[in-house]
């Protein structure tokens, strides 16, 4: 399998190095060559697989075996998911025969990045002692030196999965005092000598700037080999469509009549790597409905399924920040923060597909340019004006395969409540309970025969204070009994290793990758 950009041109890469490289040099996203269909008798013989069986069969139609052996692959997934405290990796709960939460909260630091972060690391690191092998003895080895800001999510789930990997440090910035206690905790206290946490006094901006220049830095990004993990990387879309498989096979086993159902994933959505990672799947032929895209108030993505303008600015009447707080560039802060986006990244890669369909361009060969043109543009015109309006045939295409819904603030902390007073009673961190609320705004529409699979993407103890607001008033809810995990006592109090810098200040930054990057 092969990977091209979404942008056009004619760079075919290998899985490995698009795995490495992350953004295309002409700013576009790798896609694979063409989408994979099941094996004939998927069905049968995936039916009682394992979450490490599962990952193995449907990564392996995206890699050629000359680049990883089947066996290989199981050996990096099964180290990728001995982290997760739950034999079935992303259990699915069951509230009611017609709604489901799959759960991908049981990695390492209680989020869903912990899926594709624990296997990206692995792959990062087996890639660069390949390379290594292959080298002559004095060459100089291949490196790698992970730099990402972070206002609290994602950093601890990209240390969690690279910590201790050869050849490999990272260094993620977070502003001083700016992210959550438990989050700066979860962070700070992983101790390997190739972790680095730097506190920046200044902004989650400021550190985003600073990553921003050093990547921009040509002589000291070659120096140092500098990499990212952010969401746009090939391997974390990929890791993410094993859940859907196995949600599907664990919910047909568990409703009545599954002959004639027919699912709903719905799924909590901001960068849009997890509910593209459905996307392949119902590609791939796994069956279900329509996917449902649910986001908070910052909501480009819905307010695109309903006008087909993709458009930073929040112009819509409804949409005026009712609880969130307007931030500087139009982010709201709202009590989903990881969901809080003004642009979807991944979701140039959608837009590639809906433009090689909306193309009738003949040989192929064209069609595909043509659609890597009209991305081009597209994308330019994001950037430059700040919006752009798709044909709507290509709307018209979007909506064959998805829903997209919004909610406010209130509404979520009313369906927290909701769940947690329902039977059975479920504790929903705040960005499930986007998905729950949306799931059952549609619920009311749906035919009997729609089972809902609502994605959960945090432990509610990550966000306690969401949590502990919406159910403040339930007399019988008691947060420390409740719902924080062992994991979380004693955090605050553990040994901790960060490392200061007293201004937002590239340089200073530079100093700090320059003192530690060799060790
Ligand atoms: C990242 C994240 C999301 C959004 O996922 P995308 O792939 O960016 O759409 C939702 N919930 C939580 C808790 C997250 O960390």
Redesign the pocket.
């Known amino acids: 399998m092969k990977y091209f950009s979404t942008r056009g041109g004619d760079d075919l890469l290998s899985f490995e190095e698009a795995v490495l490289t992350g953004l295309a040099p002409n700013g576009g996203l790798y896609i694979p060559k063409y989408i994979p269909s099941l094996p004939q008798n998927w069905q049968e013989d995936w039916k009682s697989y394992s979450f490490v069986d599962l990952s193995v069969a449907v990564l392996s139609l995206y890699i050629s075996p000359d680049e990883l052996s089947k066996d290989e692959l199981r050996a990096l997934v099964n180290k990728s998911y001995s982290t997760f405290r739950h034999p079935d990796v992303t259990p699915v709960t069951k509230l009611s025969d017609n709604e489901f939460v799959l759960e991908l909260?049981h990695g390492p630091t209680f989020?869903?990045?912990d899926v594709a972060l624990q296997l990206l690391g692995n792959f990062f690191e087996f890639f660069l002692a390949r390379k290594n092998a292959r080298k002559s003895p004095g060459e100089q080895p291949a490196r790698l030196t992970v730099v990402g800001a972070t206002s609290g999510?994602?950093g601890s789930?990209a240390i969690y999965g690279l910590r201790g990997k050869k050849n490999l440090s990272i260094f993620i910035l977070h502003p001083k005092g700016r992210v959550s206690p438990v989050q700066e905790a979860q962070m700070t206290t992983v101790t390997d000598a190739n972790v680095h946490n730097v506190a920046v006094r200044g902004t989650f901006d400021a550190c985003q700037d600073i990553v921003k220049a050093l990547f921009a830095d040509r002589p000291f990004n070659e120096k140092h080999h500098l990499g990212a993990v952010n969401?746009i990387n090939w391997a974390?879309i990929l890791a993410?469509t094993v859940y859907y498989f196995l949600a599907y096979f664990h919910v047909r086993a568990q409703i009545p009549r599954h002959e004639t159902s027919e699912i709903q994933f719905v799924?909590?959505?901001?960068?849009?790597?997890?509910?593209?990672?459905g996307y392949y799947a119902k590609r791939m032929g796994l069956p279900m409905g329509k996917l449902v895209v649910a986001t908070n108030t910052n909501d480009i993505l819905a307010r695109f399924w309903r006008s087909g303008r993709y458009e930073k600015v929040n112009s819509s009447p409804d949409a005026a920040p009712a609880n969130g707080t307007q931030a500087d560039g139009g982010v709201q802060a709202t009590l989903?923060p990881?969901?809080d986006?003004l642009v979807?990244?991944?979701f140039e890669r959608l837009l590639w597909y809906l433009a090689y369909e909306a193309s009738s361009a003949t040989p192929d060969a064209t069609r595909r340019s043509s659609a890597g043109a009209t991305i081009d543009a597209w994308m330019k015109s994001v950037k430059r004006d700040g919006r752009v309006e798709v044909p709507a045939d290509v709307l018209e295409l979007a909506r064959r395969n998805f829903l997209a819904e919004r909610v406010s603030d209130d509404q979520t902390l009313e369906t927290i409540k909701q769940y947690f007073i329902g039977n059975p009673s479920y504790i929903a961190?705040p960005?499930?309970a986007?998905g729950l609320s949306v799931a059952r705004i549609l619920a009311t529409k749906n035919t009997p025969s729609v089972v809902q699979v609502i994605?959960s993407?945090?432990h509610p103890a990550?966000?306690s204070e969401a949590v502990t607001k919406a159910l403040a008033t339930s007399q019988s809810f008691d947060f420390e009994r409740d719902v924080l995990p062992q994991e979380f006592r004693g955090l605050l109090e553990k040994e901790r290793r960060v490392i200061d810098v007293d201004e937002p200040s590239e340089e200073l930054v530079k100093k700090v990758i320059e003192s530690k990057a060799s060790l």
Do not use: C, E
């Open positions: 909260f989020a869903f990045k999510d994602t789930a969401s974390r993410q799924v909590p959505t901001g960068n849009f790597g997890d509910v593209l990672a989903s990881a969901m986006i979807s990244s991944n961190d960005h499930t986007v994605l993407t945090a990550k966000f």
